[in-house]
């Protein structure tokens, strides 16, 4: 009883500040204040392992309720890679060849659970430029023949406000269309008229019928995963390779896919766009404004890399004269940049030649593209299409890789519209010096380097400038 009326009595002796809390560890001090204590928290740790373009991996031990987006953040951080936020966790179903964005306010632990245990299935990390580009654009993404809005609302109002009406709880804009549908249980395809509301995905079973008693449900996307078919025709043996499919999260195999194909890329993308939409509404508007807030206000995962000064705000210099000046003329401009990344490269082959010929120097100018991360040396026309879909139908796209038909040729594949287009770059030799050029001469390159700065300025003969270019990235 001595013993605790000594405790008690130590125990309420008022709290002196210490200056220097740091070297004090007596638990009867309470200077600390319960914000800068280390919170104890119960979330189990997870191991996970994502994979990059070149199949290199890392693996992460990760909190169990992390994001998509932290996992993103984590690796950015980790390979001090610039954030645009375009970066993507992407889902790969090897056997059934499907795959899937993860949406950044996903679960991985969840997207993990729902896998087979004998499937060798996949996490990538690349990136992703036509995950939110709907909201840049979103007539292009819904032409008008595939969507329908509420007779009440106001034409003007419907084209205007389209991704509000999307996003609101009452409005929702009808999408219709002819999809090609699996039947359950049998290799046969069969053409339906289908329409997408609120409720869920419908087939008509008369022709182009929206009454209630031909149509038949199809599918409700709450407990499902969409995903888009990576093997086109060879899998499925779909009539177009335009192939997406509903995915039960508790699902006993590929007998449980609801599989449809589209006639072409835009419609595939107007019915994947709106059913994102459908099944997450604002949440996908709010991943979208706020990019990445992070777990809390200390947490390493949200600093984000920043640059120092902003695009928008470089201006071209001329330091040729007394004084220096601002180039405000941008064809001007566009030649001191032509002519000082010649002299760039003149200088740089006359360093790792100094003691070499100038035949050497001739090899190094017409192999130097091969450094860059937009070039693909011997990639066939099909896996250059793959590259450039995994990256996003965003217009501007493109990678630069060997001609197949053509050895002494190169070829620019470019998305825009939507669509893949292929250019070949042709060389060019005149007075004895090789150029490369994709308008039969008109516009010449010393090498593709220059070729592809010139397009990411103008856009020539091609139906946009260069935007992003598709690389492998590796960890």
């Known amino acids: 009883n001595r013993r605790k009326k000594k405790d008690d009595n130590i125990l309420e002796i008022t709290s002196i500040p210490n200056p220097f809390p740091e070297l004090c560890c007596s638990p009867f001090t309470s200077v600390l204040s319960a914000s800068l204590l280390p919170k104890a928290t119960s979330r189990k740790k997870q191991v996970i392992k994502v994979y990059s373009e070149d199949d290199t991996s890392r693996t992460l031990e990760v909190p169990s309720d992390v994001t998509a987006r932290d996992v993103c953040q984590l690796l950015i951080l980790k390979n001090h890679y610039t954030d645009d936020h375009s970066w993507t966790l992407f889902e790969q179903l090897t056997h059934s060849g499907l795959g899937r964005a993860i949406e950044d306010h996903e679960l991985v632990m969840e997207v993990q659970s729902n896998w087979v245990m004998e499937e060798e299935n996949k996490l990538y990390f690349r990136k992703n430029y036509a995950k939110y580009e ?13 969507i329908s809005f509420p007779s009440e609302t106001n034409a003007a109002v419907r084209h205007s406000g389209i991704l509000q009406m999307f996003l609101s709880s009452g409005t929702y804009p009808e999408i219709h269309g002819y999809l090609h549908a699996k039947e359950q249980g049998k290799k046969s395809w069969k053409k339906w008229y289908f329409l997408l509301r609120r409720s869920g995905l419908y087939f008509s079973t008369k022709g182009t019928s929206k009454e209630p008693r031909h149509l038949q449900f199809f599918c409700e996307f709450s407990n499902s995963d969409m995903y ?64 990445y807030q992070g777990r809390g206000g200390c947490s390493p995962l949200n600093v984000t890399p920043m640059r120092s000064i902003s695009e928008n705000s470089l201006v071209a210099m001329d330091f040729s004269g007394h004084r220096s000046r601002i180039i405000e003329n941008p064809t001007e401009a566009l030649s001191v940049a032509v002519e000082e990344g010649l002299a760039w490269r003149r200088r740089g082959c006359l360093r790792l030649n100094s003691h070499g010929s100038p035949v050497a120097m001739s090899n190094m100018g017409k192999s130097i593209h091969r450094s860059q991360s937009w070039f693909h040396h011997k990639i066939s026309r099909e896996e250059a299409q793959r590259l450039i879909l995994q990256h996003g139908l965003v217009d501007g796209v493109f990678l630069v890789r060997d001609s197949q038909s053509n050895p002494k040729t190169f070829v620019l594949s470019l998305s825009h519209g939507l669509k893949i287009k292929h250019f070949q770059i042709v060389p060019l030799e005149d007075d004895g010096k090789l150029f490369y050029t994709l308008d039969d001469g008109h516009t010449r390159f010393t090498d593709l380097i220059q070729l592809v700065e010139f397009y990411q300025l103008n856009r020539g003969v091609l139906p946009c400038k260069l935007k992003h270019y598709c690389a492998r990235i590796a960890f």
């Open 228 to 291: 888009m078919s990576l093997t086109g025709k060879k899998i499925s043996g779909a009539p177009t390779n335009y192939g997406f499919c509903f995915k039960p999260n508790k699902s006993g195999g590929t007998r449980d896919l609801k599989q449809l194909c589209a006639d072409d890329e835009q419609s595939r993308t107007c019915w994947m766009t709106a059913i994102r939409l459908l099944k997450y509404g604002m949440q996908l508007y709010q991943n979208y404004v706020q990019p």
């Open 134 to 146: 709907f909201f840049k654009n979103p007539l292009r993404f819904f032409p008008d023949h595939m």
